[in-house]
Nanobody, 118 residues
Framework: VQLQASGGGLVQPGGSLRLSCVVS????????IGWFRQVPGKVRELVAA???????NYADSVKGRFTISRDDAVNTVSLQMNSLKPEDTAVYYC?????????????WGQGTQVTVSS
């Protein structure tokens, strides 16, 4: 399976970005699909995940600002990021998992860089 992440870029603080993760197989086959992020020298951290039943899991640092959604009809999971802060700067990765987990980590896509800076 391949996961193709896109949508990263440079944005000013307070701005918005929308990340998309297109999965090469049926997203409905995966219990959970989510987004992680990583900055150099730090552990990769879960940002948000969503199950095929619509259950969501968010990191405390992004609650109220980020929204994850999935559209199994087009095999895509999206992450709408609003009110971005400089500390959101990282490489963002999407991941999928067939196991019953809210922290998917079986399959990984390449990263997409998000930079929040004025």
């Amino acid at each position: 399976v391949q996961l193709q992440a896109s949508g990263g870029g440079l944005v000013q603080p307070g701005g918005s970005l929308r990340l998309s993760c297109v999965v090469s197989s049926f997203t409905a086959d995966y219990y959970a699909i989510g987004w992680f992020r990583q900055v150099p020298g730090k552990v990769r951290e879960l940002v948000a995940a969503i199950t095929n039943g619509g259950i969501t899991n968010y990191a405390d640092s992004v609650k109220g600002r980020f929204t994850i959604s999935r559209d199994d009809a087009v095999n895509t999971v999206s992450l709408q990021m609003n009110s971005l802060k400089p500390e959101d700067t990282a490489v963002y990765y999407c991941a999928a998992d067939r196991s019953r987990t809210l922290a998917p980590n079986d399959y990984w896509g390449q990263g997409t860089q998000v930079t929040v800076s004025s």
